[in-house]
């Protein structure tokens, strides 16, 4: 049985609203851990370059 033969005979709003709300609540604090440590991995990536180009900035500033 294909997915559409699943779906095929249900309302659009338990395709398009009760279904997206059930895996949100049961999948809801896995995906919210995974994006947050996504988020928390660019902000340390960012602040390493920030931090790096400073460095480079303040070495040569004061060597030449």
Excluded: C, D
Excluded at 31 to 59: C, D, E, Q, T
């Amino acid at each position: 049985m294909t997915t559409k033969g699943i779906f095929q005979g249900l309302p659009w709003w338990v395709t398009w609203i009760a279904i997206p709300v059930l895996v949100l609540a049961v999948f809801g604090g896995l995906i919210m851990s995974v994006i947050g440590f996504v988020v928390g991995l660019v902000f340390k990536a960012l602040l390493l370059v920030v931090l790096i180009a400073g460095l480079i900035y303040v070495v040569r500033k004061f060597t030449s």
